[in-house]
């Protein structure tokens, strides 16, 4: 989540470029050094000239009384010795934490800014819109905004044990919560109903709110409950998820990592029923 003392703004104030925060993405992955663990991002005079002109960057924002600025690195660009590029999940607990969820809203908009060159209506190219995020079709004149996907998470208890469950897509061991994304015309509340049954075929009952999170893989916001078991066996779908299982709230397998909304909503649930 961002810095409380993030401040949005679409382009740079007097004052506050002379060591701007530069968040440099080649694909999905940013540029950093690393020393003893930790990393650090580059400054102005590391980059090559093109990547800071008007057109090839990004204002996300001010922290700290400087720019935060989102860009792409060349293709054609040789990454200088002592410095490389790393997912940006690879970067939590080695890059300040304030750092990682700009770093994500960064990814975001660099990913944003790639994948929509050309309009999605009549294929000519577009621009960026002045005055707010937005490409601007020449043709047309259709507004394409970042894509945000929301997305619900919910933990299902039942007395003292937690329904955790692993996705094919999980690292080795890892358990979480039940997730999925929001459809057309779906409240919240829906999805969270259609996906618990589509993928282990329960009923819940009492949904309470519990936070959101952006997620940054690329795009979603995660909007998370907890709800009770109603009725029903778990059966796993064999598609999203591939196995589901009650825990008691003292034998919990591996956790997602502890930046992840996931993590917190099953430790600060599991710390209510006690």
Request: glycine letters at 6%; a negative charge; proline letters at 9%.
């Amino acid at each position: 989540m961002l810095a409380a003392d993030f401040l949005t703004v679409l382009t740079p104030r007097p004052g506050t470029m002379t060591a701007p925060w530069l968040f440099a993405f080649r694909g999905n992955e940013m540029l950093v050094s690393e020393n003893a663990g930790l990393v650090t991002l580059p400054s102005a005079e590391l980059l090559p000239p093109s990547c800071l002109d008007i057109e090839s960057t990004h204002c996300i924002g001010e922290w700290r009384g400087q720019t935060c600025l989102a860009l792409e690195l060349p293709a054609e660009w040789t990454i200088p010795g002592g410095w490389q590029t790393l997912a940006l999940r690879a970067t939590y607990l080695r890059l300040d934490e304030p750092l990682f969820w700009i770093a994500g809203r960064a990814f975001q908009i660099v990913h944003w800014d790639r994948t929509h060159r050309f309009c999605g209506c009549c294929g000519a190219p577009t621009v960026l819109h002045e005055g707010e995020r937005a490409r601007l079709c020449v043709r047309c004149n259709l507004l394409a905004y970042p894509r945000i996907s929301p997305a619900i998470m919910v933990l299902i208890t039942r007395g003292r044990e937690l329904l955790l469950l692993r996705s094919p897509n999980f690292p080795p061991g890892i358990y979480s919560a039940l997730a999925g994304f929001v459809e057309p015309g779906e409240t919240l509340e829906q999805t969270v109903v259609r996906e618990v049954r589509e993928e282990v075929g329960i009923e819940v009952k009492n949904l309470r709110y519990f936070g959101s999170q952006p997620w940054p893989f690329p795009h979603s916001l995660m909007i998370a409950f907890s709800a009770e078991y109603a009725s029903g066996d778990v059966t796993p779908d064999g598609r999203e998820v591939e196995s589901a299982n009650w825990y008691d709230i003292d034998q919990l397998p591996p956790l997602p990592f502890p930046a992840s909304i996931a993590h917190r909503l099953i430790v600060s649930i599991a710390k209510q029923l006690r």
